[in-house]
């Protein structure tokens, strides 16, 4: 009796690993500062943008730019609540075969990207970023301009540790 060319067998899904028993590394927190700066500066800039535009041309109700201003204050505190429940949720986690990354607080996501499909990887630095010493981790994969996964949040050492493990962990991959 001839063996068949290809087999597909199933596995039990008991038997997978659980993603609730990953041990998440969590963000630095100097990157909910980083957050929180660039939400405010944002937020603040579009309001006194307006309030001047407003006051200048004078045409609108005292009363009615209160509301629309309280309104975008609202929105800001809204927001701050936000950035802070999220940080808190977002996480990282360096594995053996592979490189997690969790974020959002109302839409859970999980990336997970095999070192077998790691292209290379890249560590970036923004202004604020620079001023708080974190950077980011950008890792790419096959078929794409834009990396498949980034961590923020981490200090600069930290991220270029993890990008020479990820490039030590690919190229003895590729030797075997």
Avoid: C
């Avoid at 038997?15 to 500062?33: G, H, N």
């Avoid at 929105?75 to 977002?90: C, M, P, Q």
């Amino acid at each position: 009796m001839d063996k068949p060319l290809f087999a597909n067998t199933q596995i039990d899904l008991a038997s997978l690993p659980r993603v609730a028993d990953v041990d998440w590394s969590s963000l630095e927190r100097a990157y909910l500062r980083v957050q929180m700066f660039s939400l405010y500066i944002f937020r603040l800039l579009i309001l006194g943008i307006f309030v001047f535009s407003a006051t200048v041309m004078g045409d609108m109700q005292l009363w009615l730019l209160g509301v629309i201003s309280g309104g975008w204050i609202l929105l800001l505190l809204l927001s701050t609540y936000i950035v802070y429940r999220g940080f808190r949720i977002k996480g990282y986690a360096v594995r053996q075969h592979d490189l997690m990354y969790r974020s959002g607080l109302l839409f859970r996501k999980t990336t997970v990207i095999p070192y077998s499909r790691i292209q290379h990887s890249e560590v970036h630095q923004g202004v604020i970023e620079r001023q708080f010493g974190l950077a980011r981790l950008a890792i790419y994969t096959a078929g794409g301009s834009q990396s498949d996964l980034t961590i923020p949040g981490l200090t600069k050492e930290r991220a270029e540790q993890m990008r020479t493990f990820v490039s030590e962990k690919v190229a003895s991959d590729e030797e075997e």
